[in-house]
Nanobody
Framework: QVQLVESGGGLVQAGGSLRLSCAAS????????MGWYLRPPGKDPELVAR???????EYGDSVKGRFTVSRDNAKNTMYLQMDSLRPEDTAVYYC??????????WGRGTQVTVSS
């Protein structure tokens, strides 16, 4: 089992920055991919950013050039640096972890609100 806990969300003005954190605990060694997603009701999760084995990163089209995903393996924590925030970035951001057996783990989400 893996537990994921997000933090760092909040209210920020357009053009501002936030840094989200996702702290992982449990069977960390089984995780081969971590990421940040939106989870619209009734729809498939939407990729914001993810980091894969070998620190390969991928981003959703709307955040390329503005958001940066990274992780600190010593702290078992993944980060999402969010710069040049826009009102349309307002959402609940969920931390995701996938393991080698194909199990998916999700955090409870952290709210990001960008005011215009």
């Amino acid at each position: 089992q893996v537990q994921l806990v997000e933090s760092g969300g909040g209210l920020v003005q357009a053009g501002g920055s936030l840094r989200l954190s996702c702290a992982a605990s449990g069977s960390i060694s089984s995780i081969n991919a971590m990421g940040w997603y939106l989870r619209p009701p009734g729809k498939d999760p939407e990729l914001v950013a993810r980091i894969l084995t070998g620190d390969v990163t991928e981003y959703g089209d709307s955040v390329k050039g503005r958001f940066t995903v990274s992780r600190d393996n010593a702290k078992n924590t993944m980060y999402l640096q969010m710069d040049s925030l826009r009102p349309e970035d307002t959402a609940v951001y969920y931390c995701y972890g996938g393991d080698y057996d194909g199990y998916d783990y999700w955090g409870r989400g952290t709210q990001v609100t960008v005011s215009s």
